[in-house]
Protein backbone atom coordinates (compact mmCIF):
# COMPACT_ATOMS: atom_id res chain seq x y z
CA UNK A 1 0.00 0.00 0.00
CA UNK A 2 1.59 3.32 -0.70
CA UNK A 3 1.81 6.11 1.67
CA UNK A 4 -0.55 8.17 -0.38
CA UNK A 5 -3.44 5.41 -0.12
CA UNK A 6 -2.70 4.99 3.77
CA UNK A 7 -3.36 8.65 3.81
CA UNK A 8 -6.93 8.48 1.74
CA UNK A 9 -8.10 5.64 4.48
CA UNK A 10 -7.23 7.40 7.51
CA UNK A 11 -9.42 10.54 6.49
CA UNK A 12 -12.51 8.12 5.27
CA UNK A 13 -12.10 6.40 8.58
CA UNK A 14 -12.62 9.12 10.65
CA UNK A 15 -15.13 10.37 8.16
CA UNK A 16 -17.03 6.54 8.63
CA UNK A 17 -16.67 7.15 12.63
CA UNK A 18 -18.78 10.07 12.43
CA UNK A 19 -21.34 8.43 9.71
CA UNK A 20 -21.81 5.14 12.13
CA UNK A 21 -22.32 7.01 14.95
CA UNK A 22 -25.13 8.75 13.32
CA UNK A 23 -26.50 5.89 11.97
CA UNK A 24 -26.59 4.01 15.81
CA UNK A 25 -23.94 1.88 14.69
CA UNK A 26 -21.84 1.96 18.01
CA UNK A 27 -25.29 1.26 20.14
CA UNK A 28 -24.38 -2.52 19.18
CA UNK A 29 -21.64 -1.89 21.81
CA UNK A 30 -24.09 -0.44 24.11
CA UNK A 31 -21.91 3.13 23.78
CA UNK A 32 -23.50 6.40 23.56
CA UNK A 33 -22.95 7.33 19.65
CA UNK A 34 -21.89 11.22 18.77
CA UNK A 35 -19.19 11.18 21.32
CA UNK A 36 -16.12 10.22 19.30
CA UNK A 37 -15.27 13.58 17.38
CA UNK A 38 -11.93 13.21 15.32
CA UNK A 39 -10.26 16.06 14.25
CA UNK A 40 -7.67 16.72 11.63
CA UNK A 41 -4.04 15.41 12.24
CA UNK A 42 -1.19 17.74 11.68
CA UNK A 43 1.29 15.18 10.36
CA UNK A 44 -0.85 14.63 7.10
CA UNK A 45 -0.10 18.25 6.46
CA UNK A 46 3.45 18.32 8.07
CA UNK A 47 4.89 14.78 6.88
CA UNK A 48 8.12 15.52 8.68
CA UNK A 49 7.17 15.95 11.81
CA UNK A 50 8.67 13.75 14.46
CA UNK A 51 6.34 13.69 17.08
CA UNK A 52 4.24 10.42 17.58
CA UNK A 53 0.71 10.82 16.41
CA UNK A 54 -0.94 8.97 19.14
CA UNK A 55 0.47 7.98 23.01
CA UNK A 56 -1.39 6.18 25.67
CA UNK A 57 -0.10 6.65 28.91
CA UNK A 58 -0.73 5.44 32.54
CA UNK A 59 -2.13 1.89 31.57
CA UNK A 60 -0.91 -1.91 32.06
CA UNK A 61 0.11 -2.66 28.58
CA UNK A 62 0.34 -6.54 28.31
CA UNK A 63 2.63 -6.71 25.18
CA UNK A 64 2.44 -10.58 24.75
CA UNK A 65 6.34 -9.89 23.70
CA UNK A 66 8.21 -12.99 24.86
CA UNK A 67 9.70 -11.49 27.80
CA UNK A 68 5.78 -11.06 28.43
CA UNK A 69 6.70 -7.85 29.02
CA UNK A 70 4.36 -4.97 30.81
CA UNK A 71 4.18 -1.78 30.28
CA UNK A 72 2.79 1.50 30.72
CA UNK A 73 3.03 3.68 27.65
CA UNK A 74 3.00 3.40 24.28
CA UNK A 75 3.52 5.83 21.48
CA UNK A 76 2.94 5.14 17.92
CA UNK A 77 3.77 7.29 14.32
CA UNK A 78 2.35 6.18 10.72
CA UNK A 79 0.58 2.86 12.21
CA UNK A 80 3.28 1.61 14.01
CA UNK A 81 4.43 1.26 17.78
CA UNK A 82 7.31 3.45 17.78
CA UNK A 83 8.33 3.12 21.44
CA UNK A 84 7.30 0.70 24.28
CA UNK A 85 7.51 1.38 27.77
CA UNK A 86 9.07 4.55 28.23
CA UNK A 87 12.85 5.60 26.86
CA UNK A 88 12.21 9.13 26.68
CA UNK A 89 12.78 8.91 22.42
CA UNK A 90 9.53 10.27 22.03
CA UNK A 91 7.75 13.38 24.00
CA UNK A 92 4.30 14.59 23.28
CA UNK A 93 4.25 17.19 20.65
CA UNK A 94 2.35 19.28 19.26
CA UNK A 95 0.83 17.24 16.86
CA UNK A 96 0.59 14.04 19.63
CA UNK A 97 -2.86 12.92 20.81
CA UNK A 98 -2.06 11.77 24.29
CA UNK A 99 -4.33 9.60 25.80
CA UNK A 100 -4.48 8.75 29.98
CA UNK A 101 -5.41 4.96 30.31
CA UNK A 102 -5.88 5.51 34.01
CA UNK A 103 -4.46 2.33 35.06
CA UNK A 104 -6.71 0.29 32.16
CA UNK A 105 -5.73 -3.02 30.93
CA UNK A 106 -4.60 -3.29 27.29
CA UNK A 107 -3.66 -6.37 25.25
CA UNK A 108 -2.44 -6.39 21.27
CA UNK A 109 -5.24 -6.35 18.91
CA UNK A 110 -7.26 -9.85 18.86
CA UNK A 111 -6.35 -11.76 16.09
CA UNK A 112 -8.97 -14.43 15.07
CA UNK A 113 -7.38 -17.01 12.67
CA UNK A 114 -10.57 -18.71 11.55
CA UNK A 115 -14.11 -17.00 11.56
CA UNK A 116 -16.74 -15.91 8.53
CA UNK A 117 -16.68 -12.21 8.88
CA UNK A 118 -17.20 -12.10 5.58
CA UNK A 119 -20.64 -13.93 5.89
CA UNK A 120 -21.38 -11.60 8.39
CA UNK A 121 -21.14 -8.57 6.26
CA UNK A 122 -22.83 -10.31 3.51
CA UNK A 123 -26.31 -9.99 5.82
CA UNK A 124 -29.77 -9.30 4.83
CA UNK A 125 -31.16 -6.84 7.05
CA UNK A 126 -29.56 -5.08 10.04
CA UNK A 127 -27.79 -8.16 11.40
CA UNK A 128 -27.71 -7.24 15.26
CA UNK A 129 -25.64 -9.68 17.23
CA UNK A 130 -26.96 -11.72 19.99
CA UNK A 131 -23.83 -12.94 20.92
CA UNK A 132 -23.67 -10.86 24.30
CA UNK A 133 -27.97 -11.27 25.30
CA UNK A 134 -28.16 -13.42 28.41
CA UNK A 135 -31.65 -12.98 28.93
CA UNK A 136 -35.19 -12.09 27.06
CA UNK A 137 -34.48 -8.14 28.80
CA UNK A 138 -31.49 -8.18 27.22
CA UNK A 139 -32.67 -9.28 23.47
CA UNK A 140 -35.26 -6.90 23.69
CA UNK A 141 -32.88 -4.05 25.18
CA UNK A 142 -30.65 -4.67 22.12
CA UNK A 143 -32.64 -5.01 19.86
CA UNK A 144 -34.58 -1.90 20.56
CA UNK A 145 -31.80 -0.05 20.55
CA UNK A 146 -31.14 -0.92 17.16
CA UNK A 147 -34.27 -0.22 15.96
CA UNK A 148 -33.73 3.41 17.61
CA UNK A 149 -30.76 3.72 14.85
CA UNK A 150 -32.35 2.63 11.48
CA UNK A 151 -35.50 3.49 9.22
CA UNK A 152 -38.94 2.69 10.66
CA UNK A 153 -39.52 -0.72 8.79
CA UNK A 154 -36.79 -1.84 8.51
CA UNK A 155 -35.72 -5.76 8.70
CA UNK A 156 -33.66 -6.12 11.87
CA UNK A 157 -32.33 -9.42 11.79
CA UNK A 158 -30.08 -12.07 13.70
CA UNK A 159 -28.69 -14.85 11.43
CA UNK A 160 -26.41 -17.41 13.71
CA UNK A 161 -23.70 -17.04 16.00
CA UNK A 162 -26.62 -16.95 18.81
CA UNK A 163 -27.97 -20.13 20.68
CA UNK A 164 -30.89 -20.09 23.23
CA UNK A 165 -28.49 -21.98 25.75
CA UNK A 166 -27.25 -18.31 25.45
CA UNK A 167 -30.13 -17.34 27.37
CA UNK A 168 -29.11 -18.71 30.42
CA UNK A 169 -28.20 -15.85 33.21
CA UNK A 170 -30.68 -17.42 35.59
CA UNK A 171 -31.34 -21.09 35.68
CA UNK A 172 -34.53 -20.69 37.57
CA UNK A 173 -36.01 -18.15 35.30
CA UNK A 174 -39.06 -20.21 33.25
CA UNK A 175 -37.88 -17.92 30.11
CA UNK A 176 -33.94 -19.98 30.79
CA UNK A 177 -33.11 -22.10 27.52
CA UNK A 178 -35.55 -20.37 25.06
CA UNK A 179 -36.02 -18.06 21.99
CA UNK A 180 -37.97 -15.20 22.83
CA UNK A 181 -41.42 -14.97 21.70
CA UNK A 182 -43.56 -12.79 19.37
CA UNK A 183 -45.10 -11.01 21.61
CA UNK A 184 -42.06 -10.28 23.55
CA UNK A 185 -40.41 -9.05 20.03
CA UNK A 186 -43.42 -7.08 19.13
CA UNK A 187 -43.22 -5.33 22.58
CA UNK A 188 -39.33 -4.27 21.51
CA UNK A 189 -39.72 -3.77 18.50
CA UNK A 190 -42.96 -3.08 17.49
CA UNK A 191 -42.10 -0.85 14.23
CA UNK A 192 -39.64 -3.09 12.26
CA UNK A 193 -39.93 -7.08 11.08
CA UNK A 194 -37.53 -8.98 13.22
CA UNK A 195 -35.59 -12.04 12.11
CA UNK A 196 -33.53 -14.60 14.81
CA UNK A 197 -32.09 -17.78 13.62
CA UNK A 198 -29.74 -20.18 15.31
CA UNK A 199 -27.11 -21.78 13.44
CA UNK A 200 -27.12 -22.85 9.97
CA UNK A 201 -30.74 -23.30 9.52
CA UNK A 202 -32.77 -22.51 12.14
CA UNK A 203 -34.74 -22.57 14.38
CA UNK A 204 -35.98 -19.47 14.13
CA UNK A 205 -38.31 -16.68 15.04
CA UNK A 206 -40.50 -13.73 14.14
CA UNK A 207 -42.48 -10.77 15.91
CA UNK A 208 -45.95 -9.76 14.18
CA UNK A 209 -44.82 -7.87 11.37
CA UNK A 210 -42.15 -10.28 10.24
CA UNK A 211 -44.84 -13.14 10.46
CA UNK A 212 -47.64 -10.75 8.06
CA UNK A 213 -44.47 -10.54 5.48
CA UNK A 214 -43.67 -14.58 5.68
CA UNK A 215 -46.73 -15.39 5.28
CA UNK A 216 -47.44 -13.18 2.61
CA UNK A 217 -44.89 -15.43 0.76
CA UNK A 218 -46.26 -18.46 1.79
CA UNK A 219 -43.67 -19.57 4.73
CA UNK A 220 -45.51 -20.94 7.77
CA UNK A 221 -44.88 -19.02 11.27
CA UNK A 222 -46.31 -20.66 14.17
CA UNK A 223 -49.02 -17.96 16.52
CA UNK A 224 -45.62 -17.65 18.69
CA UNK A 225 -43.58 -16.33 15.65
CA UNK A 226 -41.36 -20.13 15.89
CA UNK A 227 -40.44 -21.11 12.30
CA UNK A 228 -39.33 -24.56 11.57
CA UNK A 229 -38.56 -27.07 9.39
CA UNK A 230 -37.45 -25.35 5.85
CA UNK A 231 -39.28 -22.20 6.62
CA UNK A 232 -36.32 -20.36 8.40
CA UNK A 233 -34.50 -21.07 5.49
CA UNK A 234 -36.87 -19.74 3.28
CA UNK A 235 -37.01 -16.80 5.08
CA UNK A 236 -33.53 -16.12 4.48
CA UNK A 237 -33.86 -17.11 1.06
CA UNK A 238 -36.57 -14.52 1.01
CA UNK A 239 -34.67 -12.27 2.53
CA UNK A 240 -31.47 -12.47 1.01
CA UNK A 241 -33.34 -11.72 -2.05
CA UNK A 242 -35.35 -8.78 -1.51
CA UNK A 243 -32.36 -6.52 1.06
CA UNK A 244 -29.35 -7.64 -0.82
CA UNK A 245 -28.24 -4.62 -3.27
CA UNK A 246 -24.72 -3.85 -3.20
CA UNK A 247 -25.39 -0.79 -0.98
CA UNK A 248 -26.63 -2.42 1.89
CA UNK A 249 -23.67 -5.72 1.39
CA UNK A 250 -21.34 -2.68 1.85
CA UNK A 251 -23.51 -0.77 5.03
CA UNK A 252 -23.69 -4.99 6.48
CA UNK A 253 -19.88 -5.22 6.10
CA UNK A 254 -19.30 -1.55 7.78
CA UNK A 255 -21.60 -2.68 10.72
CA UNK A 256 -19.57 -6.17 10.70
CA UNK A 257 -15.87 -4.22 11.25
CA UNK A 258 -17.72 -1.82 13.69
CA UNK A 259 -19.03 -4.97 15.98
CA UNK A 260 -15.35 -6.62 15.71
CA UNK A 261 -13.64 -3.42 16.68
CA UNK A 262 -16.16 -2.92 19.67
CA UNK A 263 -15.29 -6.74 21.41
CA UNK A 264 -11.15 -5.91 19.76
CA UNK A 265 -10.75 -8.22 17.27
CA UNK A 266 -8.58 -6.26 14.93
CA UNK A 267 -7.55 -9.21 12.53
CA UNK A 268 -9.76 -11.53 10.94
CA UNK A 269 -8.80 -15.00 8.39
CA UNK A 270 -11.88 -15.40 6.77
CA UNK A 271 -12.60 -19.28 5.76
CA UNK A 272 -15.13 -18.92 2.93
CA UNK A 273 -18.54 -20.15 2.78
CA UNK A 274 -20.56 -22.59 1.03
CA UNK A 275 -21.35 -21.98 -2.42
CA UNK A 276 -24.58 -20.50 -2.42
CA UNK A 277 -27.50 -22.43 -5.02
CA UNK A 278 -29.98 -19.64 -4.60
CA UNK A 279 -32.48 -22.17 -3.44
CA UNK A 280 -33.84 -22.61 0.19
CA UNK A 281 -31.28 -25.24 0.77
CA UNK A 282 -28.70 -22.56 1.57
CA UNK A 283 -28.66 -22.17 4.97
CA UNK A 284 -26.66 -19.07 6.90
CA UNK A 285 -23.53 -20.24 5.68
CA UNK A 286 -24.31 -20.13 2.18
CA UNK A 287 -22.96 -17.30 0.10
CA UNK A 288 -21.52 -16.81 -3.22
CA UNK A 289 -17.73 -17.40 -2.80
CA UNK A 290 -17.15 -15.38 -6.45
CA UNK A 291 -18.65 -12.00 -5.07
CA UNK A 292 -19.31 -12.18 -1.75
CA UNK A 293 -15.66 -10.19 -0.83
CA UNK A 294 -16.79 -7.46 -3.30
CA UNK A 295 -18.39 -5.52 -0.92
CA UNK A 296 -15.48 -5.94 1.58
CA UNK A 297 -13.01 -4.79 -1.43
CA UNK A 298 -15.18 -1.58 -2.47
CA UNK A 299 -14.98 -0.72 1.67
CA UNK A 300 -11.35 -1.06 1.53
CA UNK A 301 -11.18 0.75 -1.89
CA UNK A 302 -12.93 3.58 -0.12
CA UNK A 303 -10.47 3.71 2.87
CA UNK A 304 -13.06 2.94 5.15
CA UNK A 305 -11.97 -0.85 6.14
CA UNK A 306 -11.28 -0.87 10.00
CA UNK A 307 -10.16 -3.83 11.26
CA UNK A 308 -7.41 -6.10 8.93
CA UNK A 309 -9.03 -9.07 7.01
CA UNK A 310 -7.44 -12.16 5.27
CA UNK A 311 -8.98 -14.25 2.85
CA UNK A 312 -9.21 -17.78 2.76
CA UNK A 313 -10.51 -19.67 -0.24
CA UNK A 314 -12.94 -22.19 -0.05
CA UNK A 315 -13.04 -25.50 -2.54
CA UNK A 316 -15.11 -28.01 -1.61
CA UNK A 317 -15.75 -30.22 -4.73
CA UNK A 318 -16.55 -33.84 -5.70
CA UNK A 319 -15.73 -33.99 -9.06
CA UNK A 320 -12.66 -36.03 -8.71
CA UNK A 321 -10.68 -33.63 -10.61
CA UNK A 322 -11.46 -30.48 -8.87
CA UNK A 323 -11.38 -28.42 -11.77
CA UNK A 324 -12.36 -24.71 -9.74
CA UNK A 325 -9.40 -25.14 -7.23
CA UNK A 326 -7.24 -26.13 -10.25
CA UNK A 327 -7.92 -22.88 -11.51
CA UNK A 328 -7.98 -21.02 -8.66
CA UNK A 329 -4.31 -22.12 -8.09
CA UNK A 330 -3.59 -21.44 -11.36
CA UNK A 331 -4.95 -17.32 -11.50
CA UNK A 332 -4.83 -16.48 -7.72
CA UNK A 333 -2.22 -15.04 -5.37
CA UNK A 334 -1.53 -16.63 -2.00
CA UNK A 335 -0.69 -13.94 0.90
CA UNK A 336 -1.16 -11.24 -1.46
CA UNK A 337 -2.32 -7.93 -0.73
CA UNK A 338 -1.43 -5.05 1.49
CA UNK A 339 -1.73 -4.97 5.33
CA UNK A 340 -4.96 -4.21 5.75
CA UNK A 341 -6.80 -6.95 3.59
CA UNK A 342 -4.35 -9.91 1.85
CA UNK A 343 -5.20 -13.44 0.46
CA UNK A 344 -4.36 -16.38 2.41
CA UNK A 345 -4.33 -20.02 1.64
CA UNK A 346 -7.16 -22.73 0.62
CA UNK A 347 -9.64 -23.26 3.04
CA UNK A 348 -11.50 -24.35 5.46
CA UNK A 349 -11.96 -26.99 2.82
CA UNK A 350 -9.66 -28.36 -0.07
CA UNK A 351 -12.59 -30.78 -1.56
CA UNK A 352 -15.54 -32.18 -0.59
CA UNK A 353 -15.22 -35.17 2.27
CA UNK A 354 -11.76 -36.33 3.80
CA UNK A 355 -12.56 -40.30 2.83
CA UNK A 356 -10.18 -42.35 0.94
CA UNK A 357 -13.02 -42.41 -1.78
CA UNK A 358 -13.03 -38.61 -2.15
CA UNK A 359 -10.99 -36.09 -3.65
CA UNK A 360 -9.04 -35.04 -0.50
CA UNK A 361 -6.22 -36.23 -0.64
CA UNK A 362 -5.49 -35.76 -4.62
CA UNK A 363 -6.44 -31.76 -3.36
CA UNK A 364 -3.63 -32.15 -0.82
CA UNK A 365 -1.27 -32.62 -3.43
CA UNK A 366 -2.61 -30.14 -5.82
CA UNK A 367 -2.27 -27.14 -3.10
CA UNK A 368 1.12 -29.13 -2.12
CA UNK A 369 3.17 -28.46 -5.70
CA UNK A 370 1.31 -25.24 -6.45
CA UNK A 371 2.94 -23.94 -3.09
CA UNK A 372 -0.05 -22.94 -1.06
CA UNK A 373 -1.41 -23.72 2.18
CA UNK A 374 -4.06 -26.12 3.12
CA UNK A 375 -6.30 -25.52 5.92
CA UNK A 376 -9.15 -27.55 6.73
CA UNK A 377 -11.43 -28.56 9.57
CA UNK A 378 -11.86 -31.68 11.68
CA UNK A 379 -15.24 -32.08 13.70
CA UNK A 380 -15.06 -35.64 14.65
CA UNK A 381 -13.84 -38.15 17.37
CA UNK A 382 -13.42 -41.64 17.64
CA UNK A 383 -15.79 -43.28 20.11
CA UNK A 384 -13.86 -46.21 20.58
CA UNK A 385 -10.17 -47.44 19.69
CA UNK A 386 -11.77 -49.70 17.14
CA UNK A 387 -13.83 -47.41 15.29
CA UNK A 388 -13.54 -46.02 11.89
CA UNK A 389 -10.95 -43.55 11.50
CA UNK A 390 -11.99 -39.45 12.70
CA UNK A 391 -11.49 -36.92 9.84
CA UNK A 392 -8.67 -35.45 11.27
CA UNK A 393 -6.74 -38.66 11.02
CA UNK A 394 -7.59 -38.99 7.35
CA UNK A 395 -6.48 -35.07 6.96
CA UNK A 396 -3.16 -35.41 8.79
CA UNK A 397 -2.55 -38.56 6.34
CA UNK A 398 -3.89 -36.44 3.62
CA UNK A 399 -1.55 -33.53 4.71
CA UNK A 400 1.65 -36.70 5.21
CA UNK A 401 1.25 -37.94 1.65
CA UNK A 402 1.36 -34.56 0.21
CA UNK A 403 4.27 -33.39 2.25
CA UNK A 404 6.51 -36.80 1.28
CA UNK A 405 5.64 -35.95 -2.46
CA UNK A 406 6.77 -31.89 -1.86
CA UNK A 407 9.02 -32.22 1.08
CA UNK A 408 8.94 -29.45 3.56
CA UNK A 409 5.61 -28.04 1.95
CA UNK A 410 3.59 -28.25 5.15
CA UNK A 411 6.27 -27.03 7.19
CA UNK A 412 7.33 -23.93 5.18
CA UNK A 413 3.61 -22.80 3.91
CA UNK A 414 2.38 -24.09 7.60
CA UNK A 415 -0.51 -26.24 6.63
CA UNK A 416 -3.68 -25.94 9.51
CA UNK A 417 -5.59 -28.32 10.64
CA UNK A 418 -8.64 -26.22 12.99
CA UNK A 419 -11.35 -27.05 15.37
CA UNK A 420 -9.69 -30.29 16.18
CA UNK A 421 -12.28 -31.34 18.93
CA UNK A 422 -11.30 -35.00 19.19
CA UNK A 423 -7.88 -35.19 18.56
CA UNK A 424 -5.46 -37.46 20.34
CA UNK A 425 -1.82 -36.92 21.65
CA UNK A 426 -0.97 -39.73 19.21
CA UNK A 427 -2.14 -37.24 15.69
CA UNK A 428 -0.72 -33.76 17.30
CA UNK A 429 2.18 -35.21 17.41
CA UNK A 430 1.92 -36.81 13.58
CA UNK A 431 1.17 -33.66 12.42
CA UNK A 432 3.84 -32.00 14.87
CA UNK A 433 6.83 -33.87 13.30
CA UNK A 434 5.73 -32.78 9.57
CA UNK A 435 5.40 -29.14 10.24
CA UNK A 436 1.63 -28.53 10.91
CA UNK A 437 -1.00 -26.45 12.83
CA UNK A 438 -3.80 -26.49 14.63
CA UNK A 439 -6.25 -24.12 14.82
CA UNK A 440 -8.33 -24.31 18.38
CA UNK A 441 -11.88 -22.83 18.77
CA UNK A 442 -14.15 -22.54 21.08
CA UNK A 443 -17.36 -22.63 19.53
CA UNK A 444 -18.97 -26.13 21.68
CA UNK A 445 -19.17 -23.05 24.34
CA UNK A 446 -22.74 -22.80 22.74
CA UNK A 447 -24.30 -25.94 22.19
CA UNK A 448 -21.79 -28.78 23.40
CA UNK A 449 -22.12 -31.74 25.48
CA UNK A 450 -19.65 -34.49 27.54
CA UNK A 451 -19.01 -36.66 24.41
CA UNK A 452 -19.44 -40.47 25.61
CA UNK A 453 -16.13 -41.54 23.47
CA UNK A 454 -13.92 -43.36 25.31
CA UNK A 455 -11.01 -41.73 23.00
CA UNK A 456 -11.57 -37.94 23.56
CA UNK A 457 -13.96 -38.14 26.53
CA UNK A 458 -14.06 -34.52 26.67
CA UNK A 459 -15.95 -31.56 24.07
CA UNK A 460 -12.29 -29.94 23.37
CA UNK A 461 -10.52 -29.14 21.46
CA UNK A 462 -7.45 -30.43 24.20
CA UNK A 463 -6.28 -27.02 24.80
CA UNK A 464 -4.23 -28.36 27.64
CA UNK A 465 -2.85 -31.10 26.02
CA UNK A 466 -2.09 -28.91 22.60
CA UNK A 467 -0.85 -26.27 24.84
CA UNK A 468 1.70 -28.48 26.43
CA UNK A 469 2.38 -30.58 23.34
CA UNK A 470 3.55 -26.56 21.90
CA UNK A 471 5.61 -26.18 24.81
CA UNK A 472 7.99 -29.18 23.54
CA UNK A 473 11.21 -28.33 22.07
CA UNK A 474 10.46 -27.59 18.14
CA UNK A 475 6.43 -28.19 19.96
CA UNK A 476 3.34 -27.99 17.35
CA UNK A 477 2.37 -24.12 16.38
CA UNK A 478 -1.44 -23.69 17.58
CA UNK A 479 -3.30 -20.58 17.63
CA UNK A 480 -7.00 -19.65 18.63
CA UNK A 481 -10.34 -18.79 16.66
CA UNK A 482 -13.86 -18.62 17.18
CA UNK A 483 -15.21 -20.56 13.89
CA UNK A 484 -17.84 -17.54 14.14
CA UNK A 485 -20.45 -16.34 12.73
CA UNK A 486 -23.07 -19.32 12.47
CA UNK A 487 -22.20 -21.84 14.76
CA UNK A 488 -20.34 -19.72 17.21
CA UNK A 489 -19.67 -16.43 18.60
CA UNK A 490 -16.62 -13.60 17.03
CA UNK A 491 -16.95 -12.27 20.91
CA UNK A 492 -13.14 -13.70 21.90
CA UNK A 493 -14.24 -13.17 25.25
CA UNK A 494 -16.49 -15.78 25.20
CA UNK A 495 -13.93 -18.51 23.48
CA UNK A 496 -11.50 -17.48 26.10
CA UNK A 497 -14.07 -18.43 29.34
CA UNK A 498 -14.49 -21.68 27.51
CA UNK A 499 -10.95 -22.35 27.01
CA UNK A 500 -10.20 -21.33 30.88
CA UNK A 501 -13.55 -22.79 32.31
CA UNK A 502 -14.33 -25.88 30.63
CA UNK A 503 -17.83 -24.46 31.01
CA UNK A 504 -20.84 -23.86 28.34
CA UNK A 505 -23.02 -21.85 27.90
CA UNK A 506 -25.55 -23.27 30.03
CA UNK A 507 -22.41 -23.49 33.07
CA UNK A 508 -22.12 -27.72 32.81
CA UNK A 509 -18.55 -28.41 32.05
CA UNK A 510 -17.47 -30.04 29.31
CA UNK A 511 -14.56 -29.94 28.42
CA UNK A 512 -12.77 -31.46 31.88
CA UNK A 513 -9.19 -31.24 32.52
CA UNK A 514 -8.37 -29.24 29.47
CA UNK A 515 -8.65 -25.95 30.92
CA UNK A 516 -5.36 -23.36 30.12
CA UNK A 517 -4.73 -20.54 31.68
CA UNK A 518 -6.11 -16.75 30.85
CA UNK A 519 -2.20 -15.74 29.82
CA UNK A 520 -1.95 -19.07 27.54
CA UNK A 521 -5.36 -18.02 25.41
CA UNK A 522 -4.54 -15.01 25.08
CA UNK A 523 -1.46 -15.86 23.42
CA UNK A 524 -3.12 -18.30 21.21
CA UNK A 525 -5.55 -15.21 20.28
CA UNK A 526 -2.34 -12.94 19.84
CA UNK A 527 0.97 -13.40 19.14
CA UNK A 528 0.86 -17.18 18.59
CA UNK A 529 -2.22 -15.95 15.59
CA UNK A 530 0.37 -13.33 14.36
CA UNK A 531 2.63 -16.76 12.89
CA UNK A 532 -0.90 -18.37 11.76
CA UNK A 533 -1.32 -15.57 9.66
CA UNK A 534 2.32 -15.51 8.48
CA UNK A 535 2.39 -12.27 10.20
CA UNK A 536 4.60 -12.37 13.25
CA UNK A 537 7.43 -9.71 12.79
CA UNK A 538 3.75 -7.49 11.80
CA UNK A 539 0.90 -8.63 14.14
CA UNK A 540 -0.14 -9.93 17.51
CA UNK A 541 2.09 -8.23 20.38
CA UNK A 542 2.72 -4.68 21.14
CA UNK A 543 6.68 -3.99 19.96
CA UNK A 544 8.39 -1.09 18.48
CA UNK A 545 8.23 -1.77 14.60
CA UNK A 546 5.04 -3.88 14.51
CA UNK A 547 1.68 -2.69 13.22
CA UNK A 548 0.05 -0.41 15.99
CA UNK A 549 -2.75 -2.59 16.62
CA UNK A 550 -4.65 -2.63 20.30
CA UNK A 551 -7.22 -2.65 22.37
CA UNK A 552 -8.05 -1.37 26.08
CA UNK A 553 -10.21 -3.16 28.25
CA UNK A 554 -13.51 -2.38 29.80
CA UNK A 555 -12.18 -4.50 33.33
CA UNK A 556 -8.82 -6.39 33.94
CA UNK A 557 -9.14 -9.50 32.08
CA UNK A 558 -6.46 -11.05 34.18
CA UNK A 559 -7.92 -10.14 37.43
CA UNK A 560 -11.63 -10.54 36.87
CA UNK A 561 -14.28 -13.48 37.70
CA UNK A 562 -14.30 -16.39 35.70
CA UNK A 563 -18.29 -15.55 34.70
CA UNK A 564 -17.06 -11.38 33.90
CA UNK A 565 -14.77 -12.93 31.14
CA UNK A 566 -17.93 -12.82 29.09
CA UNK A 567 -18.53 -9.14 30.28
CA UNK A 568 -14.74 -8.09 28.23
CA UNK A 569 -15.43 -5.19 26.38
CA UNK A 570 -13.28 -2.61 24.59
CA UNK A 571 -13.80 0.65 25.33
CA UNK A 572 -11.38 1.84 22.94
CA UNK A 573 -9.91 0.41 19.61
CA UNK A 574 -6.63 1.02 17.54
CA UNK A 575 -5.91 0.11 14.26
CA UNK A 576 -2.95 0.75 12.60
CA UNK A 577 -2.58 3.43 14.75
CA UNK A 578 -5.91 5.21 14.50
CA UNK A 579 -8.98 5.11 17.07
CA UNK A 580 -11.40 2.78 15.66
CA UNK A 581 -13.84 2.08 18.03
CA UNK A 582 -14.44 4.66 21.15
CA UNK A 583 -17.06 4.06 24.03
CA UNK A 584 -16.11 7.64 24.92
CA UNK A 585 -14.60 6.38 28.94
CA UNK A 586 -11.46 7.41 28.32
CA UNK A 587 -9.87 11.54 27.91
CA UNK A 588 -7.17 12.62 25.46
CA UNK A 589 -5.74 15.68 25.10
CA UNK A 590 -3.87 17.45 22.38
CA UNK A 591 -3.44 16.35 18.73
ZN1 LIG B 1 -15.29 -22.39 9.85
Do not use: C
Not at 51 to 73: F, K, W, Y
Not at 160 to 181: Q, W
Not at 574 to 587: F, K, P, Q
Amino acid sequence: MTTDNRKDRRFSRRKFMKTAAAAGGTLLAGSAPGMWKPESKKRHKRPSNPDPDLMLVNGRIHTMDAANRIVSSVAIKDGRFVEVGYSHRYREGSGTRVIDLRGRTVVPGIIDNHNHIVLMGNRPGYHTPLENAYSIPDVQAIYAARAAGIPRGAWITTIGGFHSNHIYANPADPTSGRLPTRAELDAAVPDNPAFIEIGFTGPAVTNSAGKAIFESQGITVSDTGAMSGNNPSRALLYLRQTLLTPAERRRSVIDAMNYAASVGVTTHLDQGAFQATNTASDGAAHEDNFTMHIPFLEVYGQGEGIVRLRINFLHMESDPNTPELVQRLKNAFPFFGDDMVRTGGIGEFIAQGTSVTSPFAAAAQKVAQAGWRAEVHSLGRRQTPSSNPADFELEIMGFEAANASFPGIVRETRWVVAHVPGITQEWIDRLQAIGGNLSLTGWQYLAGNLPTSTVAPYAGPPFRMIVDSGNRADGIHSGMSSDGMQIAPMNPWLHMYYATTGLNARRVLINPGQQITRQEVLSLYTSHNGWFLHEEDQLGTIEEGKLADLVVLNSDYFAVADDDLKKIRSVLTVVDGEVVYNAGVLRWHGG
